[in-house]
Nanobody, 121 residues
Framework: QVQLVESGGGLVQAGGSLTLSCAAS????????MGWYRQAPGKERELVAI???????NYADSVKGRFTISRDNAKNTVYLQMNSLRPGDTAVYYC???????????????WGQGTQVTVSS
């Protein structure tokens, strides 16, 4: 079984910064894609940023230039550096581990429990 443990959420003023971390643990052979999604109250979960094992990234237009995703493959950990935060970034942020191989024949996706990010104006 794979667990994703997130940390780094909290309350910050507009214009401030936060760094989220997510560590995947368990019997993991490899992870294809790691990233972050978020869900604000009354809204659907949306992509924030993802990073695949080859180094390719994909960011939501709303965070480009402000957020940076990075990954430590040796530690199965993904980070999200969030700068110039806005009240519109307030949401629960979920860590995502896509294409996670735990055995030769077992590959699936996993989600973290979510961490709250609140940006005050």
């Amino acid at each position: 079984q794979v667990q994703l443990v997130e940390s780094g959420g909290g309350l910050v003023q507009a214009g401030g910064s936060l760094t989220l971390s997510c560590a995947a643990s368990g019997s993991i052979f490899s992870i294809n894609t790691m990233g972050w999604y978020r869900q604000a109250p009354g809204k659907e979960r949306e992509l924030v940023a993802i990073l695949n094992s080859g180094g390719s990234t994909n960011y939501a237009d709303s965070v480009k230039g402000r957020f940076t995703i990075s990954r430590d493959n040796a530690k199965n950990t993904v980070y999200l550096q969030m700068n110039s935060l806005r009240p519109g970034d307030t949401a629960v942020y979920y860590c995502y581990s896509g294409g996670t191989r735990t055995t030769l024949f077992s590959v699936r996706d996993y989600w973290g429990q979510g961490t709250q990010v609140t940006v005050s104006s």
